[in-house]
């Protein structure tokens, strides 16, 4: 059974800095292809950042320069560090991990509020 457990959310100010993390067992981490994706009330799920078995990596255009996402595949982990929070990237953040079009999973979710 696929588990991924994100951990790192919270409430900020604009400015500040925040680090999440997703950690996942029950597949093999290093074949699969790490995302983050946000949610705001009444938004579709929107990817923010992915990172390929290659390491290479895909923003969307309003976190390319703040954040950064890198995985460990030793540790079955992928992280998203993000910078220079601004109030519009207050969302639930959840973790992605893909396969195929048939076989992805999801984290719970981690709320992140950025607010002064």
């Known amino acids: 059974q696929v588990q991924l457990v994100e951990s790192g959310g919270g409430l900020v100010q604009p400015g500040e800095s925040l680090r999440l993390a997703c950690a996942a067992s029950?597949?093999?981490?290093?074949?699969?292809?790490m995302g983050w994706y946000r949610q705001s009330p009444g938004k579709e799920r929107d990817l923010v950042a992915r990172?390929?078995?290659?390491?290479?990596?895909t923003y969307a255009d309003s976190v390319k320069g703040r954040f950064t996402i890198s995985r460990d595949n030793g540790k079955n982990t992928v992280y998203l560090q993000m910078n220079s929070l601004k109030p519009e990237d207050t969302a639930v953040y959840y973790c992605?991990?893909?396969?195929?079009?048939?076989?992805?999973?999801w984290g719970q979710g981690t709320q992140v509020t950025v607010s002064s």
């Open positions: 992605n991990m893909f396969f195929s079009r048939s076989r992805e999973y």
């Open positions: 029950g597949a093999i981490f290093r074949f699969a292809v």
């Open positions: 990172i390929a078995t290659d390491a290479s990596t």
